[in-house]
């Protein structure tokens, strides 16, 4: 696909096969001494396609199935992103192959400090700046964002985005991916002359974008007929009341333990 | 087999298990401008094993099969190596993935010259410190030291380590390894009260290694029945002329080609 | 009282006992060749209450009294001053224990400059800013500059806040501190429904900030009943005349000199 | 004293008064979170009185009494004793005021890691190298090297001294200072023409120091009559066994308890 | 001359001595192995006349010409260029001795990289910041670039200004010489009470300055009646075609081999 | 000359061309506030010839004749010396245009101090390490290290060679050149066969050259017919008696105004 890409755009072979690999990857050990007093290692990886443009830019997942190849075509998605954006950045990625919710707090904290250790020297303002992404939040950016202020004697806020307000995130950050979505969706029903208010939506996927896109549409007057989470989903032909079960996942429930007799558990 | 070695050393299995793990391995494109215009882009790498005792080290190697799995194991190698001799030193290892004789001389520099920006930040001499291996010499080293030496505005010969003499490389470097060997074998006669002199010896390679081992052998006294190169291997029971194979095969030829009646082809 | 207000903003007890205590205080000799050929030895400060917001920032003082709890408690006073304006700056202050009256501008100058050399490591546009406070004014801050850049090779405006305009300082930098006074009596004003313009006025101090506070309610339409310098003051009951008086201080005079037979000298 | 000392030495008056004083001293608050949960803040200093003669050189002392007069003292003894070996070093001293007792292992590891962290831009091997000294030890030390050496990417085992020597520390350290006072009074008794062998000896204090001019002297021949310990002394006119008494201090037990009919305590 | 303006301008004698200095003039060897293996070296130039209003601004010209003096002088005229302004920018110039038309593009490519290289730590964002100049264009600052940054580690498009616009450069700069001539042709007319649109017009050079004004003008009305580069001139008394012109000579034509039998070639 | 020896020795043309070019020079000026408050500005240089071999090495002269064409020729032949004594140094050389004798040693300290600040970036222990030459000593050494090593924070001895003993210079550096000389007649006439000590002998110059010479080979018993300086010089056919001129001469006088009736002057 890529390559027909390439040729549509009348690309230069040489810079088809020059974007088809990643400029360098680096794999790490991390080494942690768990509370239970044994030693766990763990693998992470930090991946740049192409710094070409700018530094690099790209989440950092915790997930068990991260591998060194789908961080690679992660950070060569980054790249093609940014470049369609006109952003000044590369394209980059990374991630530690781990089960985080099989991790104390603690045990959290020191596996990211010791991944952001092993990855320091190439990650930096106008190098390489990660961001949160699977399983990783604004929490797990502040610890990056310190161990890396602490090796350079100085806070360096500028070395993740997606960090906590509080230290120099940005206001909206939270909501951005699905108000982006939103923003589509609604010159796109424009554009095709479409009455965006009188749709009927499902939305798939209840978290940091599907629930953000869920709630614009609801509030912008869309029937949402069915959501889904992890657990389940839910169905209503009336429309759910996105507002009620937003309180409901915010407080850390699923979707499937929702109460209320008139939507169906799909 | 490492575990048995570990079990019977008495090592913490937390130390076991680290031991069994890499610290670190960057992975690199190298993309280079070839003599027709084209551009070819290599796969090169550089693996720590462990700094523990010291600055890495280890060997560069350029050749059609390596791979991420081989100079791994070859990393962590040196770092047992490095250790068994009490040198404050920890293994590394690395390699292109590239067959260096269909390259011209410009292109195997430009290759070399890149491979060492894209490593550079990760070797020096109080970090890791390259040296050759199969298919680079001193000529690939002293292009590596010049391109970290320029990135540093001095000259740092300590980069690595197998350069030239002129440039700062050790007198005897050519041949120690084929002198290591034969000191092992003569301590080895001595203490199985062996009269070296008196044996007969076949020797399996005739490069760096083999024909140092050969003509040591033979300046003792010994009979050295056969040797082999890539070509083949010639035999002769009165025993070889070493010296003279060795002129010829340093002017570039096979032992094959070698014009001696009296010698069998094997 | 600080731990009353800790107490009221529900601090947490850990985060009042960290903030009670200083990050960092430097104490540094500074030995000054003098104009008759003695040597005096000088003691310097540099503290840092917190740069958890940000890179420390707080003045720099010269003053026979001066001394580390003084330093502490003003770098203290900095952290809260720059987080209740949410400034992405931390607290810091600075001292040296010296009458700079007895010294000339050629010793004031070494004594300056060897002090911004014993603190350049700790200071910097990232990691803590300095300022003018009580003896040090624009020339001096263009000393530390001119130190620290000198060190670094090349312009480094960033290092210190209240440097002359020509340099890189801010316009208005002068009389901020008193204009910010006056918008806050205006907004009180407003608030407490008091017209402004006809309040009669008393200042205490006719510098920097009482200069300034005067001339500008006297611009408003106060009338100004007395001012006071370190000579002395004036009343009348008439009103002062602020700008006449502000070019004789001005001239380097003192209050208490001012030829005005109306002016009571009090 | 020191005033008569220079005076003695002829020393130009502004030297003296230079080396009154101490180039820098760094207090740093060290905030750690105990194994209870709770924040503790300790204070921390690093003095340094004198790099003229070359890096700073003096131990580093973890006790509930220390404070900057004591460490800025000690600071200044160790200016004078580099000096007097003629040794390229200056004179510096640190310390945390702590019980390092009170305190866990993996709360003292924080500390001491912290602390170094507190001092890493003012310490190393061209700089200043810290020791062990009351309370601290090759452990200690080998948390600092650790925590510069990952703050600089690689093992800088020159940061300190006293460090173990699987990780290069120097052989004999362990027994150098009570060692060094073995050859003074050797020498002293050379030139007293005293003969050492025939002496009876009692040493105060059976550590680091004592305990091994114990061992000497009495490897030498010299009857020890009495040592002594925190815990209180041993007398035995027949001269103690000191290799027995090692043994038993050197299982962590006290002077007090051993077990011997025939020793007094005292 | 500038001695006239000194005085005129009532500056103290000793700046103006100062500023009949430059600061700083680095010469340099750059040996290039050119496309037919001999090695050529040619000397080339960076001078900074003064940094202290800011970081040295200059551009860099290639041409056979080129000395020490004619660079110090272009040094500083840049100094008062920029002063003038009120730019916080100082004054310095560069130059390579060489015939840029006698190279290979190879050639030029490796002769501007090694030229970079040996002014490497001179230029930089906060030092100094080349331009095009003679004989220099966008594509040799992108050498530049490109060579400053892999030396950096990352992308710093800071150390040159004129640069292609794909990475970094100023959209409009291209034309900013000969359109900020045009705004004061036209502010002059202005003033001089002159319609602008009636003048006729001569323009001597036709290249980035000559062709943009000629064009401007043009464009404006005015009657252009000559032009000239360095092959000749056409003239026509009812004015020239500029547009056709500007399309005949950027296709890399002269002037005067310009197809139009009404145009005379002068 | 430098051509033919280069044919002699079989030289690449190459080569030959790029030794006969300095691989860069540096032109500085150096303004000085004078003790009469008027403001100098002198001329300062320092060229590399070569750092192929090693850091650069030479030394620093201080004369009203200096010249950047002098200052390139001497750090050419300090190219040459290093490498016929294999030493893994290369060619450098440096030199302020002004006559130190006009100077008060607060103005030599202020130009010493200021020169070596203009070209703190091109010294260093790996890079170009000046020495006293030509109206330079340990002194000015000292002030060079010193400038250096407060840019540095630490104490750099190896920035310069020829500093003051207490400060980390060689034993017997101030006779070296003499006594090397020595060594070269004392070998040059054991090889022709001379008897040293019975020859006669004429020294040109008295100072760290001449005056060692003449001293060793007066220590040797050779007579000494003639010894010059600056002044004149004194001849005694009966043999000078050096010790004496020597302790006349360390004291600041000159050979001319030596009193002895039996010496004439010429």
């Given at each position: 696909l890529k390559l027909i890409c390439s040729k549509e755009m009348g690309l230069d072979p040489n810079v088809t096969r020059y974007l088809k690999r990643i400029e360098r990857a680096l794999i790490v050990s991390i080494p942690i001494m768990m509370d239970d007093g044994s030693l766990q290692i763990y693998e992470g990886y930090r991946v740049r396609h192409s710094t070409v443009r700018g530094p690099g830019k790209g989440g950092i997942r915790f997930a068990p199935n991260v591998n060194l190849d789908e961080v690679k075509a992660l950070a060569t998605w980054m790249t093609w992103k940014c470049s369609l954006l006109k952003l000044p950045l590369g394209g980059a990625k990374g991630g530690v192959?781990?089960?985080?919710?099989?991790?104390s707090k603690k045990e959290l904290e020191k596996l990211t400090r010791r991944y952001a250790s092993a990855i320091i020297n190439i990650i930096g303002p106008d190098i390489d700046i990660p961001a949160p992404d699977v399983n990783t939040n604004a929490q797990i950016m502040a610890w990056i964002m310190d161990t890396y202020s602490m090796n350079k004697g100085r806070a360096v806020p500028g070395v993740v985005t997606g960090k906590p307000i509080e230290i120099g995130g940005s206001v909206g950050r939270n909501s951005a991916t699905g108000r982006g979505l939103y923003f589509i969706i609604d010159a796109m029903c424009e554009k095709l002359n479409i009455?965006?208010?009188?749709q009927t939506i499902i939305v798939q996927g209840f978290g940091n974008v599907g629930g953000w896109i869920a709630r614009l549409l609801y509030e912008r007057g869309c029937k949402i007929l069915a959501v889904s989470d992890i657990s389940g989903g839910l169905h209503y032909s009336e429309g759910l009341e996105i507002d009620k079960l937003l309180k409901w996942t915010q407080q850390g429930n699923y979707l499937k333990d929702y109460n209320d007799k008139r939507y169906n558990l799909i």
């Open positions: 192959c781990v089960n985080p919710r099989e991790l009455k965006l208010e009188s």
